[in-house]
């Protein structure tokens, strides 16, 4: 079998990708730092059905995004040359999107901390027992972590903070972890940005429930109301506050004043005798009662019909025969 050329590689990757952008319209752009071929071969075998990992030079890329924009008049694909810095690959997906940046995050694997790795969290080392034999403590002498010899093994006392995230792994620190066992670092493709039919968004907005849509749109709505009142401009949100306000600034001036109309003269007549509006509390109050004591009636009137009923029905004996 003859081997392809690089030119050749070249053209089949241009046009594998030309395909994908044709036939997709979601794309994940996610980085591969520290991520190995037989992971990488993992998620493509979790997302093979309606998603296709890309990975590739960046240079290649961009440059077939732009071609193919020129070729196809598809702009909005430009959207994406911005993200393509840094080790990235491209996951070009149909299916939902959420569902699918939550299959990749499952793929994730445990790593040692090597010597200058910029460490990705904090590394604590916890106390207990280490199973280390007392010759061994100059690491934990030159790392300052307080020690005991307790039945011939070396204990650690106190949880210690190894290394900060963002700091450099070092010789020591690396040491240490790895006659302790511990790998605190784990490793998958990690979700940047997220494009979708030429729009470009965080992977955040991926987790916005409709609840969360619901209280921000609200909140959206509450700001332009207050806006809008402050400023006296009309809005369909604000015009009701707007109404209500000069209702209640006319009635205001109508009481202040002579000047008076229809529906300020009820609240005039309270103004001038209180009793008034305590008979109509009251009036109310007995409305409700009595809607609830002629509901009753209605229940009693309709008991005694039939027991009449019965009475004719039986011609004056009851149900046993008794005179």
Known sequence: MVKATKAEKKIAYDAKLCQLIDEFTQILVVAADNVGSTQLQNIR?????????????????????????????????LNLMPLLQGNVGLIFTKGDLKEVSEEVAKYKVGAPARVGLVAPIDVVV?????????????FFQ??????????????????????????KVGSSEAALLAKLGIRPFSYGLVVQSVYDNGSVFSPEVLDLTEDDLVQKFAAGISMVTSLALAISYPTLAAAPHMFINAYKNALAISIATEYTF??????????????????A?????????????????????????????????????DMFGDE
């Open 126 to 138: 916890q106390p207990g027992n280490t199973g280390l034999d007392p010759s061994q403590t100059s």
């Open 45 to 77: 075998k979790g997302l093979r059905g309606d998603s296709v990992v890309l990975m590739g030079k960046n240079t290649m890329m961009k440059r077939s995004v732009k071609i193919h924009a020129e070729n196809t008049g598809n702009t909005g694909i």
């Open 262 to 279: 229809p529906q300020a003269e009820k609240v005039k007549e309270y103004l001038k005798d209180p009793s008034k509006f305590a008979v």
């Open 142 to 167: 030159v790392l300052n972590i307080p020690t005991k010899i307790n039945k011939g093994t070396v204990e650690i006392i106190t949880p210690v903070e190894l290394i900060k995230q963002g700091d």
């Open 281 to 317: 509390v009251a009036a109310v109050s007995a409305d409700a009662g009595g809607g609830a004591s002629g509901g009753a009636a209605k229940v009693e009137e309709k008991k005694e019909v039939v027991e009449e009923s019965d009475e004719e029905d039986y011609g004056g004996f």
